[in-house]
């Protein structure tokens, strides 16, 4: 297979820039444009990039697919054939084109079936660096992307020759295991990248305050990343070698963020480098070295070749377990700046110090109801008016009391013209005022006034408001997520909940983006280029994907100027598909050629069931756990034996009204005497259960005899490996069914287990337990 992506290179005399920021179309027929062709071919082959055979999918044969470079004012068309065994997509990410082929399967397009070609075509009216990839299931991870280069039809800026840079991540694992394990809810993966925040970690950096404070808003172990990758990629493999390029010349860098969910800080070594275009759009040209570059985004630099030494250009992942570099030129390394990785434990201290208020449900109790900017003021920072820049190194703060007084006055502004009838829970009234383009909400990013964690420095160069005349559209969108379970949402409702956004031609929509996690979420539009508000007003720079920051609100607008359906949703590929989406609607017809294609296979792709389970073999008994779950409903299995002849089984079915809260019933068989097998007793049972703060799991119920019962089990990591649980049930019988004797007023029965578990690997632990059944024992736990 063929790992390297080529070069494109082209010589160009131009002067820097000032281009009108507004993708336009290109004048003239479309019927009399060039036409430009390319045959894309996805396959499945077995590729080797960490010394293990994987399963990867391919594009023509290499990984990324390769790069298709077309000229502003050509007419593309795009064969794309499946020679897999399952179907694919393609999208073609930040370029403006007809609905019908932006490559959403069952949203705007058919999906390519094994065995078929699809052909995609439209006009290229705009220029730029962009990029493509499967929009099917996890497909994007396992290699069905590429790049982008439209060179506009009149030069604008001078440099000599171009260089594609496509960075992405990569896992040995297959993607869907990946996210079955996410959906777990363990800690393999901070394990693996030993980042996770055992006790004797949290005690050494005196942060057992900040842990408290987390687990009692319910939250697990900081994480900056939700997956493991054992690589990251430039152009396919982790080290890059340019040779060719001779010392003095200009090269314009075009960077792709193609991963399935790795940020990347670009840091350059010698001379800070020129930024010159976000999203394929240019930009105000401004020295900048350390760059956060998001999942889906893209970035332009122009870098000067050096006289002598080749220049490395690193790209770090955010979470710091790896990098990919790309070096430039010939002989001693210039190297480029070292990003550390990040303290997450002092980071929690530091977040926990400013009384932030987390939990906002992932999946509420009404999915109906418009509560968003309830649940916006409730889970706002307690010190809002504190800026945080969230560097690498941790977070810095400083007061800024006028953008909280902005923020809260535009706040109360919408919240009293929301309407009680409104049936769309995502949408808010428009202001009778229009927004001044130099009023900044939101901030995007802001960061005590560093430009790491902001796109302050993004600059258009033209305005690019939208006039005042057209019909105001708000929404709030509150990006909200529940680690534990792994589901992740907007305003608390899972894409497959929810009815799409209606929109009409000619409204400027404005939305605001409040982020309730603590990940970063990378907010795509399919179809439109938004302006980004951010201090430069009326000169706020379009994009295509946006980052929005943990407990940070970024404000975006565009002009609804197309037609039919268009996907918006977060770019981590493990997000969107656990429901981080929505769908925007001009409300006009559905094409024809999508009839036989349910829009329910989309929206309901999140929904999916996972099931998982767990073999415990010990001295003194063996255990049974099975789950099968998707959103809102469980199914459990617990078979327990000791081999001093003591059995219990229970299967429940459990249904979710919110992300802590759920209702079961069941059925549990257990010996009717200790140690006797002889009879077992069948009871039906029913109750709640509920997830307490500190993480401990809750459970009432009362079975057909009318004993109810309360139990409680919990879990705390005390080195890396090692972990304590404990679990404890009170039954207690009053007599309430006529059975009790009549010399008693009650008996109970009270069951508990406490014990280590240390992690081998994902899939096998060691463990030591005592029950008051069983007794003490210790043996060895299989997880599948």
């Known amino acids: 297979m063929k790992n390297l992506l080529l070069p494109l290179l082209f010589t160009a005399t131009l002067s820097f820039p000032s281009l009108a920021q507004r993708p336009q179309s290109v004048e003239g027929n479309v019927d009399n444009w060039p036409v430009h062709e ?40 795009i064969h794309v054939t499946n020679k897999m065994d399952v179907e694919t997509s393609v999208h073609w990410h930040g370029l403006l084109l007809p609905n019908f082929f932006d490559g ?26 962009y990029w493509y990839h499967s929009h099917t299931g996890l497909q994007e991870q396992r290699g069905v992307y590429g790049s982008i280069q439209i060179n506009p039809r009149e030069q604008t800026m001078e440099y ?146 050096p006289e002598s030494g080749k220049l490395e250009i690193r790209a770090t992942s955010q979470d710091g377990s790896g990098h990919a570099s790309a070096y ?29 208020k987390m939990g906002a449900p992932a999946s509420k109790f009404r999915p109906g109801k418009n509560d968003s900017i309830k649940v916006m003021k409730k ?87 939208i006039s005042d005349e057209q019909p105001l559209k708000e929404i709030l969108f509150n990006l909200t997520g529940n680690m534990n379970r792994y589901v992740w ?70 002009d609804a100027n197309e037609y039919g359906d268009w996907f918006f949703h977060c770019h981590v590929l493990y997000h969107l598909n656990s429901g981080m989406a929505r769908v925007f609607s001009y409300d006009t017809p559905r094409d024809e050629r999508l009839d036989s294609y349910p829009l329910a296979n989309l929206t309901t792709e999140a929904n999916e069931y996972f099931t998982w389970g767990e073999v415990t ?15 809102r409903n469980q199914f459990r299995l617990r078979a327990e034996y000791g081999w001093n002849e003591n059995l219990e089984v229970t299967l429940t079915y459990e249904r979710y009204l919110n992300d802590y809260f759920r209702v079961f019933v069941g059925g549990n068989i257990e010996n009717e005497e200790e140690d006797n097998l002889d009879e077992l007793e069948p009871t039906a049972i029913g109750g709640i259960r509920y997830l307490l703060p500190l993480l401990i799991d809750s459970e009432l119920s009362i079975d057909h005899k009318l004993r109810p019962q309360v139990a409680f089990n919990a879990g705390l990591l005390l080195f890396p490996r090692l972990e304590l649980y404990g679990e404890y049930e009170y039954q207690i019988d009053f007599g309430w069914n006529g059975d009790l004797e009549e010399s008693k007023d009650y008996e109970s029965e009270t069951v508990f287990q406490v014990g280590l578990e240390y992690v081998l690997s994902k899939g096998v632990r060691l463990m030591g337990s005592y029950d008051n059944r069983f007794g003490a024992g210790g043996g060895i736990s299989l997880w599948f």
């Open 328 to 356: 430039i030129g010939e002989g001693e390394i210039i190297p480029a700046p070292v990003v550390p990785e990040p303290d997450l434990i002092e980071m929690m201290k530091k977040m926990m110090a400013m009384d932030m």
């Open 38 to 77: 390319y045959e894309l071919t996805i396959d499945e082959e077995m590729v080797n990039l960490t010394g293990k055979n994987v399963k990867a999918m391919t594009i023509n044969g290499s990984i990324p697919g390769p790069v298709l470079e077309f000229t502003e004012g050509e007419y593309a068309k």
């Open 489 to 558: 949402s907007i305003n608390g409702v899972p894409l497959s909940e929810t009815d799409k956004i209606k929109i009409e031609q000619g409204q400027k929509v404005r939305i605001t983006l409040n982020n309730l996690t603590m990940m970063h979420h990378p907010m795509h539009l399919h179809g439109h280029f938004f302006r980004v508000i951010n201090k430069n007003g009326e000169y706020s720079p379009l994009k295509h994907t946006v980052n929005v920051a943990p407990m940070q609100k970024t404000v975006i607008e565009f």
């Open 160 to 305: 000599d020759k171009d260089l594609v840079l496509v960075l992405s991540d990569w896992m040995d694992e297959n993607p869907h295991e990946q996210l079955r394990n996410l959906k777990r809810g363990n800690e393999w993966y901070l394990i693996k990248k030993g980042q996770v925040q055992s006790l004797n970690k949290v005690l050494a950096k005196n942060a057992l305050g900040a842990k408290l404070k987390m687990s009692w808003q319910r939250m697990p172990d900081m994480a900056i990343s939700d997956n493991y990758h054992d690589l990251f990629l430039v152009n396919g493999l982790p080290e890059q070698q340019y040779p060719d390029f001779e010392p003095g010349e200009k090269l314009r860098l075009r960077f792709v963020n193609a991963s399935a969910a790795s940020y990347f800080w670009l840091t350059f070594g010698g001379e800070d480098p020129f930024l010159v275009a976000a999203d394929g759009l240019d930009v105000v040209p401004v020295k900048k070295n350390k760059t956060l570059i998001a999942v889906a985004e893209t970035y332009d630099f122009i870098v000067t070749v």
């Open 379 to 465: 889970y706002a920072m307690e010190m809002d008016h504190m800026e945080m820049d969230m560097d690498s190194e941790g977070m810095k703060m400083k007061e800024d009391h006028t953008q909280h007084d902005m923020d809260m006055n535009e706040d109360m502004k919408r919240d009293t013209l929301v309407q009680d009838k409104m049936k769309d829970p995502n949408l808010m009234d428009p202001m009778k005022k229009p927004l001044p383009d130099s009023l900044v909400i939101g901030d995007a990013m802001k960061t005590a006034g560093s430009p790491v964690f902001n796109y302050d420095y993004l600059r258009a160069p033209a305005p690019t408001t």
């Open 104 to 129: 959403v399967p069952y949203l705007t397009t058919p999906p390519i079936r094994p065995g078929e070609t699809f052909t995609y075509e439209f006009a290229l009216k705009q220029s730029g660096t």
């Open 617 to 631: 073999g010990a001295s003194h008994m063996t255990e049974f756990y099975a789950t099968t779950t998707n959103i």
